[in-house]
């Protein structure tokens, strides 16, 4: 196995875990660190399957920069959006379907 | 683009543009409005009578218009489009008259006579149609422009009669899309076109023709009011006065009847159509419809849902007229689409005339009316003895054009029943004009709304187009054989399109 | 400005900066003068596609791989030109809709202008990579428009779009990881001879990723739960820029990848976005019919109608008017929609009552408003002459041709179904009924927008050929 592969399936775990925490855990701030993992999770495996013969690739490497910056921006929309919410209905997850 | 191309769409200018404009203008502008509408409905008479005139002399009016690869928007004027069109545009100048007279004074005319003028409209694209698919365009345009008009009073009663009938169309509409869909994805085009396009099909696709005809046939015949698809045309006479006439008489019943004509002469042909075994079904089934609208007329109280009923069953004459299979029974259908719609038109006036100047709706209420109203009275008797079939009327000549051609199509029980319906008529109107004419006046009428003045029953705007029609419909039976009578027109469309396949 | 593409990007992002700085009174004519101008170089592309054939560009002069690839077809100019005229208009409306002084009139026109050059980046994008950046963009000021409003139920409704969003564009984004880590290059164009039948199992769940991602996105049956309150809940010109418009761009991309790279992986699953779409029709009409709530209504509709896009798949791979019926579904019901939207918003504005039964009677106060709610109705319907019925013609013919009955019934179903929602609005439009005391004064720009919106879809069932030339520039399908 590769260093490659192992960073690959590291990578798609972390996506896994992030990803069902953004579906499943309630509370708006460990939602938005599941997000967090998830998009780490999608970084790893970009720049973990692009290690072909240890030559590095720089495509990949000006992806996850450029994925890094949008994760940035969406957090930070994330907490805004979650503070305000919390600030007028004093909840901290969100109500329930409708 | 030449002038046979225009004049079809002025045709339907006439009546789109005014419409629109209507729409526009504030509730306020009464004279405005009285002056497009009327200015519309002339200049559609003065641009139908050049279509005519074109026509019997040989001209081609058609105008194209490409809508999808292979799909087009047809509009062509020829000889069967134009008894239609001819038809409604007369009746429509007289609607129109009569709506006037009929709405003065009430709320949201400009919406009334904009959706009047669509539904104009959209009765001309249906006569015009040259393919299926421009059929099916102004169909459903007709359903749309007609439901504001059927739940223009804005009561429950209306909503519940408007939604009946959106049911029921909307779900016709369906099926003849879904007829139409398939038609084309076999032939590759839905032309209308002399002794049929179906045909070229061959006994192969049997199958599948006869399950497009009945697709077809159901869609057109929720419209033509055929049973067991005749179930919101009862229910639809909460509408307006001049609603009903347009209903029954110009516009939608006769869209359905008009579209059977059409697919069974020119999507099936009439020979292909036989040889398939589709034309005893519709027999059956014109029969059974005209039956049951007669005796469901029989145990009717109220007067519009007597004619409603009557409507159900004078319609499929028409539908009778196309299965019986031979010239002398199309004449009979065809001339039946313009007589009925007179005679049909007549009775709705009339019956609005009661409702507006005394209040009266129902058939128990009608004794001593033709002493009260003996003009209004007069025409109403032409036109039911007319629909009895009655001499000197044009229901004679409709009815002794269909005996001939049950007989000669060698189809004897549908003469029974002829006479049957003719008995039943008879037996639903007769107790109507004997109330009128011959019970004493009642101590006090309904809700009397307009006070007789002298020789005025009710005011003129009400009373001239009903006895207009009266008069056409005795022109019509007197006059049948003159070379202008809608008979004649009749003939000439046989012959065109009938006999040129049959030889 | 000879190259149009670059600049459909650039002059949005311009004006949105410059709206942000110039306060929304200014800033909302700038905003609809840029609009404007998007409108004339879209109609300028789509003029060049047709003469010249399909032309790719490299923003900056940069090559790709690290360079930037912008390329557009006439699947990418329909959408830009869906985009650019509806957008035109709704900024009309939304320059009468919001008051003097709105919180959310100073946030929306910037984050408009942000979704429009996302939306056009993601339909010009010729890589993987960068439709990710684009499909984020999108997201990103989509759920600020969403959160515009300001209220509890808005920032709610908001968050749920937003974790929505990430965890489409996340799933895609690792799909997208993986096709690199199987080809070593994200170009659409340099992927096409790639993939075929046989591929590694990685790109099969790369491509499995990307696909749910994107419907995840555009709220496809079962994924459609934070569509009806977002769209439902924002201020009318928002709702409907979402509705017509946001939800389209990741169905474009699905199409994209469909036909593209994925074709060959495609067939094998192609009766799923059939069959959910089947499902979404049913179910979003189901609930439109029981919303009790006018905006909601409308935005459950929204859920019914996707469902159409997806039914095209089974039918695409064979020659035939499939795709060509999803794009003018797309078109139709993107004019349709922002118009019943708009039209909603007026009503609203009027009667102060976001519910169906505060209809009741506003055909005798607003004709125009509910002539526009009706005509959009029609295309949503499917009746003719609109756009939605060549849609619904469309897409039947490709469904008898081969033979797929079920897909027939439930376009069929689905047009009864909509006359069932449309005219439950309708009906109770036409009852007579009081007028309402605290009624406002409906402003005329408002009501002419949402008729023109209407106007266009009905009248688009009369320049389908235009449409449909405009598309086949470049097909891939």
Not at chain 3, 42 to 61: K, M, R, S, V, W
Not at chain 3, 426 to 449: K, S, Y
Request: hydrophobic share 60%; aromatic share 10%.
């Amino acid at each position: 196995m590769t260093s490659g592969l192992v960073f690959a399936l590291a990578g798609v775990a972390l996506f896994a875990m992030g990803a069902a925490g953004v579906l499943l855990l309630a509370e708006l701030m460990r939602r938005v660190l599941a997000f967090n993992i998830m998009g780490s999770g999608a970084f790893l495996v970009l720049v973990g399957l692009a290690q072909r013969n240890d030559v590095p690739d720089p495509v990949p490497q000006a992806m996850v920069l450029t994925g890094i910056v949008v994760a940035v921006a969406a957090t930070a929309l994330a907490l805004a959006l979650a503070r305000r919410y919390q600030a007028l209905g004093g909840r901290d997850e969100l109500a329930g379907d409708d | 683009m030449t002038a046979n191309e225009l004049l079809p769409l002025a045709v339907l200018a006439s009546s789109l543009l005014p419409g629109l404009v209507i729409f526009a203008l504030p509730e306020e502008r009464v004279a405005l409005r009285t002056a497009l509408n009327l200015a519309g409905a002339f200049a559609k008479i003065g641009l139908v009578a050049l279509l005519v005139a074109g026509v019997a002399a040989g001209e081609d009016y058609v105008f194209r218009y490409a809508v999808l690869p292979g799909i087009d928007l047809v509009f062509k004027a020829d000889a069967l489009a134009l008894l239609f069109i001819t038809l409604s545009t007369v009746l429509w100048l007289f609607t129109t008259l009569y709506a006037i007279g009929y709405l003065e004074g009430a709320p949201h005319r400009s919406r009334f006579f904009g959706f009047f003028s669509l539904c104009v409209t959209a009765t001309m694209g249906i006569a015009m149609a040259g393919n299926l698919f421009t059929f099916f365009v102004f169909y459903e345009l007709l359903t749309l422009s007609t439901f504001p008009l059927v739940v223009h009073r804005g009561t429950e009663k209306a909503m519940r009669a408007g939604t009946i009938y959106l049911a029921y169309t909307l779900v016709g509409g369906t099926a003849l899309l879904v007829g139409i869909v398939w038609l084309h994805s076999l032939v590759g085009h839905t032309e209308f076109a002399h002794g049929g396009i179906a045909s070229a099909l061959g006994e192969g696709q049997a199958g599948a023709l006869k399950a497009i005809f009945l697709l077809l046939i159901a869609g057109v015949g929720v419209k033509a009011a055929l049973v067991p698809l005749h179930g919101w045309l009862p229910q639809a006479m909460v509408a307006p006065a001049p609603v009903s006439a347009l209903l029954h008489a110009v516009a939608v019943v006769k869209a359905g009847a008009f579209g059977i004509v059409r697919i069974a002469y020119e999507i099936y042909g009439i020979e292909f159509a036989q040889s398939l075994g589709l034309l005893l079904p519709l027999a059956v089934l014109a029969a059974v419809t005209i039956l049951w609208g007669s005796l469901r007329a029989l145990f009717q109280d109220d007067l519009k849902k007597r004619l409603a009923y009557s409507t159900v069953s004078q319609v499929s004459y028409i539908a009778l007229g196309v299965a019986l299979f031979g010239p002398l029974g199309t004449i009979g259908g065809l001339v039946h689409l313009v007589h009925q719609g007179v005679m049909k038109i007549t009775l709705f006036f009339c019956a609005g005339n009661y409702a507006e100047t005394l209040g009266i709706h129902k058939v128990s209420e009608m004794d001593g009316a033709g002493r009260r109203m003996p003009w209004t009275t007069a025409a109403f008797s032409v036109a039911a003895l007319g629909m009895m079939g009655a001499p000197l009327t044009a229901g004679a000549v409709s009815k002794a054009w269909l005996g001939d051609g049950a007989e000669a199509a060698g189809m004897g029980w549908a003469l029974w029943v002829l006479w049957a319906s003719s008995l039943l008529n008879a037996a639903y109107f007769l107790p109507i004009l004997w109330r009128a004419w011959a019970r004493p006046l009642p101590a006090a009428w309904p809700d009397e709304h307009i006070p007789a003045r002298g020789r005025r029953e009710t005011a003129w705007l009400l009373l001239l187009p009903p006895l207009a029609t009266a008069a056409l419909t005795l022109t019509f039976g007197i006059f049948a054989e003159a070379e202008w009578s809608p008979l004649a027109w009749a003939k000439l469309i046989a012959q065109r399109e009938y006999l040129q396949a049959a030889f | 400005m000879t190259e149009p593409l670059p600049w459909l990007i650039l002059l949005p992002l311009a004006w949105a900066t410059a709206t942000f700085l110039l306060g929304p009174g200014r800033g909302a004519w700038l905003a609809i003068a840029g609009i404007a101008v998007q409108c004339g170089l879209t109609f300028a592309l789509a003029g060049q596609l047709l003469a010249e054939g399909p032309q790719p560009h490299a923003a900056g002069g940069w090559a790709p791989p690290l360079g930037i690839a912008l390329a557009a077809d006439g699947l990418a100019a329909v959408m830009l030109l869906l985009t650019q005229g509806v957008a035109l208009l709704l900024a009309l409306y939304a320059r009468g809709y919001f008051a003097p002084g709105d919180q959310a009139a100073r946030h929306f026109w910037p984050l408009a202008g942000f979704l429009l050059a996302g939306m056009n980046a993601l339909f010009l994008a010729a890589d993987l990579f960068n439709l990710y950046v684009t499909l984020e963009l999108v997201g990103l000021a989509a759920v600020g428009l969403v959160a515009s409003g300001g209220g509890a139920a808005q920032l709610g409704a908001a968050l749920r779009y937003l974790f929505a969003t990430l965890l489409g564009s996340g799933a895609y984004l690792l799909g997208v990881a993986l096709v690199y880590g199987a080809y070593g290059t994200v170009s659409i164009e340099l992927l096409l001879p790639l993939v075929d039948a046989d591929v590694p199992r990685a790109v099969w769940f790369a491509a499995a990723l990307m696909l749910a991602g994107l419907m995840l996105k555009t709220a496809l049956f079962p994924f459609h739960f934070w569509l009806p309150p977002a769209h439902g809940g924002a201020p009318a010109p928002v709702s409907a820029l979402l509705s017509a418009l946001v939800v389209k761009a990741s169905f474009y991309l699905i199409l994209r990848l469909w036909l593209g790279p994925f074709a060959p992986l495609a067939a094998a699953i192609a009766w799923l976005p059939a069959l959910l779409g089947s499902a979404a029709i049913l179910w979003g009409s189901w609930r439109a019919i029981r919303a009790e709530r006018l905006k909601l209504l409308v935005a459950w509709s929204t859920v019914a109608q996707l469902g159409y896009l997806f039914l095209i798949f089974p039918l695409i791979a064979a020659p035939g008017p499939a795709l060509a019926a999803g794009v003018m579904q797309a078109v139709s019901h993107g004019l349709a929609k922002a118009a019943m939207f708009a039209a909603a918003g007026v009503v609203i504005h009027v009667t102060g009552r976001d519910t169906v039964a505060g209809v009741a009677g506003v055909a005798g106060r607003l004709p125009l408003t509910l002539f526009a709610f009706a005509l959009a109705g029609v295309t949503l319907m499917g009746l003719p002459p609109s756009g939605g019925f060549l849609a619904k013609w469309l897409l039947i013919d490709a469904a008898l041709a081969q033979g797929a009955w079920a897909l027939a019934a439930v376009v069929i179903a689905g047009g009864l179904l909509a006359a069932v929602y449309v005219f439950r609005v309708l009906r109770q439009a036409f009852l007579d009924a009081p007028a309402v005391e605290a009624a406002h004064p409906a402003p005329p720009l408002l009501e002419w927008t949402a008729f023109a919106l209407a106007a266009a879809s009905v009248l688009l069932g009369l320049r389908g050929m235009e449409l449909l030339r405009l598309l086949s520039v470049g097909s891939a399908g």
